[in-house]
T-cell receptor, first 112, second 117 residues
Framework: QQQVKQSPQSLIVQKGGISIINCAYE??????FPWYQQFPGKGPALLIA?????SEKKEGRFTISFNKSAKQFSLHIMDSQPGDSATYFC???????????FGTGTKLQVIP | EAGVAQSPRYKIIEKRQSVAFWCNPI?????LYWYQQILGQGPKLLIQ????????DSQLPKDRFSAERLKGVDSTLKIQPAKLEDSAVYLC???????????????FGPGTRLTVL
């Protein structure tokens, strides 16, 4: 019940294209859904996050779409750039002591 | 504001040896996490501290792993004895631990890459 399922495992997108990564969850107690970006040799860094009472959040080229009834959320990267090439993790947090469960990750490669 | 510090960055040991990792969270952050990240997978929570108390260690293999957070600041994670399957990156993260959106953001250190031969 604590799982967060993420797809695809890897993604290749042309420069300027749209990258889409999907996640699904089961636990309705999750109350915060962050996305993390991780470059090789570095720890994950928070990219953007959303609460379940909001259906969409946009920050620059990054947008989270959230479907509470379907228990799904996705990350859209518009105008993808080679510098966006990294591994992306969705995550979900329960309240109280803020335990975070991570998805399995998507390795994005943006080719020129 | 200084980030989360971890040391060492890399460690190579033989199986059955012991190893310890150190983490210094961001100043003032009440919540500290240790994660294990196996190559190609997402971080898996090992243990979570709130100040110097453990709030979740349900996925910590307690027969070989131990962790402490003295005085609610620095933390150490120890493995004794190590197994081949412990080869992974060990990430430390911290949050302010308060309510509200800023309290939720986890800041990660660079990790310690452990190789068990």
């Amino acid at each position: 019940q604590q799982q967060v399922k993420q797809s695809p495992q890897s993604l290749i997108v042309q420069k300027g294209g749209i990258s889409i990564i999907n996640c699904a969850y089961e636990n309705t107690a999750f109350d915060y859904f962050p996305w993390y970006q991780q470059f090789p040799g570095k720890g994950p860094a928070l990219l953007i996050a959303i609460r379940p009472d909001v259906s969409e959040k946009k920050e620059g080229r990054f947008t989270i779409s959230f479907n509470k009834s379907a228990k799904q959320f996705s990350l859209h990267i518009m105008d993808s750039q080679p510098g966006d090439s990294a591994t992306y993790f969705c995550a979900a947090k329960t309240g109280g002591y803020q335990k975070v469960t991570f998805g399995t990750g998507t390795k994005l490669q943006v080719i020129p | 504001e200084a980030g989360v510090a971890q040391s060492p960055r890399y460690k190579i040991i033989e199986k059955r040896q012991s190893v310890a990792f150190w983490c210094n969270p961001i100043s003032g952050h009440a919540t500290l996490y240790w994660y294990q990240q196996i190559l190609g997978q997402g971080p898996k929570l090992l243990i979570q501290f709130q100040n110097n108390g453990v709030v979740d260690d349900s996925q910590l293999p307690k027969d070989r792993f131990s962790a402490e957070r003295l005085k609610g600041v620095d933390s150490t994670l120890k493995i004794q004895p190590a197994k081949l399957e412990d080869s992974a990156v060990y990430l430390c993260a911290s949050t302010r631990g308060t309510s509200g959106p800023l309290g939720n953001e986890q800041f990660f250190g660079p990790g310690t890459r452990l190789t068990v031969l």
